[in-house]
């Protein structure tokens, strides 16, 4: 999906693949501190659980880590999607990278966080076939996502540029973060209807409490941020400083809020996975 959208991103304004690539680094950031660690550490459990044909535990190893996912990510993805143009003003403004540089990735950036919980999943939920020796099935779910990312790569650059948006390449961006949430949901699908996966009790809760406490963070991290502009009329130690504030402050929030509602370790387990969890 990266390749073939900087194969278009070539055939779009100056600069396109460099605002995608920046947005993608960004992106792959939080994916890879959790979204991979995630997968790697539920990779020998889910083999060992289903060498030993034990299919509650199987599920509960897999609950655990979707619980977990839907605990960091939601307000992973939040954060970048609130804080984009804070975050590369921070890291990249200055030289070459000037104002509208940050701009333009800044779409890039909020259009890829919106498929951050689905590239995440798709970390996740892959385990669950490899684990099983069964490849074929996330090939093939594989190049659906590929083929449907080409699709909704030509039909939202042509809308774009036929609508006279200035960022056409985001919508190369939000395609790829779309063909990830098909994905994730094809592949939570086969898991399903393989009957290897059965979701505990309690989701609707915990979704509502992430989402509420996100939403309060959402807020804190928009009031602290303020315009984009104002970010490139600081200096680099401040822009620090302002950033490293707005993360604290939005943590402290989104947690506190999780507190209020009454969520605790308990409810991340589902069913119980084992003393190695």
């Known amino acids: 999906n990266l390749l073939i959208d900087t194969l278009i991103a070539s055939f779009l304004a100056a600069g396109s693949i460099t605002w995608l690539y920046y947005a993608d680094r960004m992106m792959e950031f939080p994916l890879g501190v959790f979204g991979v660690a995630l997968a790697t550490v539920i990779q020998p459990g889910l083999s060992e659980q289903h060498a030993k044909k034990s299919l509650s535990d199987f599920s509960a190893k897999l609950e655990w880590a979707l619980r977990l996912v839907a605990l960091i990510v939601v307000p992973a993805a939040v954060a970048l999607l609130v804080l984009a143009a804070p975050i590369l003003a921070t890291l990249f403004f200055g030289g070459r990278f000037d104002a509208h540089d940050v701009a333009m990735s800044a779409y890039s950036l909020q259009a890829y966080s919106i498929g951050l919980l689905g590239f995440s999943l798709?970390?996740?939920?892959?385990?669950?076939?490899?684990?099983?020796?069964?490849?074929?099935?996330?090939?093939?779910?594989?190049?659906?996502?590929?083929?449907?990312?080409?699709?909704l790569n030509l039909l939202f650059?042509?809308?774009?540029?036929?609508?006279?948006?200035?960022?056409?390449?985001?919508?190369?961006?939000?395609?790829?973060?779309l063909a990830a949430a098909l994905n994730a949901i094809l592949l939570y699908r086969g898991l399903?209807?393989?009957?290897?996966?059965?979701?505990?009790?309690?989701?609707?809760?915990?979704?509502?409490?992430?989402?509420?406490?996100?939403?309060?963070?959402?807020?804190?991290?928009?009031?602290?941020?303020?315009?984009?502009?104002?970010?490139?009329?600081?200096?680099?130690?401040?822009?620090?400083?302002?950033?490293?504030?707005?993360?604290?402050?939005?943590?402290?929030?989104?947690?506190?809020?999780?507190?209020?509602?009454?969520?605790?370790?308990?409810?991340?387990?589902?069913?119980?996975?084992?003393?190695?969890?």
């Open 122 to 151: 798709v970390k996740v939920l892959a385990p669950g076939y490899y684990s099983r020796q069964e490849m074929r099935t996330p090939v093939r779910i594989a190049v659906i996502a590929l083929l449907v990312n080409i699709v």
């Open 157 to 177: 650059v042509y809308t774009m540029i036929e609508s006279g948006f200035s960022a056409p390449h985001a919508g190369l961006a939000l395609a790829t973060a």
């Open 192 to 277: 399903r209807k393989a009957g290897v996966y059965r979701p505990g009790d309690g989701w609707f809760w915990l979704v509502v409490r992430v989402g509420v406490a996100s939403a309060a963070m959402a807020l804190v991290l928009w009031q602290l941020a303020g315009p984009a502009s104002t970010w490139l009329e600081l200096g680099l130690s401040a822009r620090i400083g302002r950033l490293a504030l707005c993360i604290v402050a939005g943590a402290t929030a989104y947690f506190a809020v999780l507190a209020i509602l009454g969520l605790r370790p308990r409810h991340l387990r589902g069913h119980a996975p084992g003393p190695d969890v």
